[in-house]
């Protein structure tokens, strides 16, 4: 039905098989910094008339991919779309967040969550399709999801916080109706991902964007489990091709031994954690991804080109052997791209990447 995978790079170190260069694509790739996405948006009016569009979705989708010599594309959706197939009311007013009009901030609430008909959420999955045949081979698509605490956030906070004051207050106040949402979330979360990888999502990846704002045994019980219950549930392969599982989690330095036990097989890190102390910590199961702060991005090219190959060396020694498997690397930002970064920049970053890391395989001098 579609066309083969012309660069396998990023799904082969996904699965800890040797390439010839570090594979590298860029967490919010497409998106504001770019002038043709602002266009789109402009013509569609607004943010959820992109996403909620496939061929919009699949312009948007593409076009970083037209621009920068990238590993993977990534779906052109949002987390939130889950809670909003929850009836709670998604939208996005311009220069503001995210907003929910009816938040979750009690027992009667929580009473009425459901793991949503996937067919609400159609769109994402005709999304997936569309994207995957226009992509035509050219590189793997990723599909996503927010992870359940994530989600929980923005369904309690009703918006994006700085204090997590109300989803904090209900995850110490009432326990038992956090669990409540959080499992719901989790199963909507699962099938959620199994639906887009029936649609032609080649690997899935978890966002758990807000699990580093939890306390140390919190994080533990009301992000990580949670994430392993979704992951336990999702399809390992799709008509006879391992589909990768990636989960990252800002700020989830301090917990990398306890992530390294979950069932997936990438984590991703960001900016603060050393990748060479987390190869180590993370031990001979899973890929690691990251970490480069999405602020180098704003320094000049020889310095973007420096902190690139810092992070490469601070991985380390690239394992070649075809023969087995091994340590890999899967660059990327260690957080979504900030809006105001320079396009040029980004140009930078990529030939970098593939540059230093080919050199680093071949043993040239670096
Ligand atoms: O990576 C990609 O290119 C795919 C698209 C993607 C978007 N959101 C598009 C988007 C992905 C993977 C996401 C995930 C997402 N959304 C996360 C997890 C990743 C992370 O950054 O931690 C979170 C927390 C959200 C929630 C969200 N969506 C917020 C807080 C906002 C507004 C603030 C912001 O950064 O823009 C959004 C809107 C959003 N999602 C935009 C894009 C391109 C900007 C909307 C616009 O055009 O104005």
Redesign the pocket.
Known sequence: MFAPLQNDTFLRACLRQATDYTPVWL??????YLPEYRAS?AKAGS?MGLATSPDYATEVTLQPLERYPLDAA???????TVPDAMGLGLS?ALGE??RFATPVRDEAAVAKLEVPDMDKLRYVFDAVTSIRKALNGRVPLIG?S?SPW?LACYMVEGA?SDDYRLVKTMLYQRPDLMHKMLAINADAVAAYLNAQIEAGAQAVML?D?WGGVLADAAFQTFSLAYTQRVLKQLKRTHEGVTIPRLVFT?GGGLWLEQMAKLDCEVLGLDWTVNLAQARERVGARMALQGNLDPNVLFANPAQIEAEVAAVLESFGTPHTNLASSGPTHIFNLG??IS?HTPPESVEVLVRAVHAYSRRMRTGMPH
Do not use: N
């Not at 967490?27 to 504001?32: L, P, T």
């Not at 990534?74 to 939130?80: A, E, G, K, R, Y």
């Open positions: 967490m919010r790739q497409a998106g504001r948006r943010f990534i779906l052109f959706s949002d987390i939130l996005f967040g995210p996503f927010g994530t994006g966002f964007s800002k957080h979504g809006q």
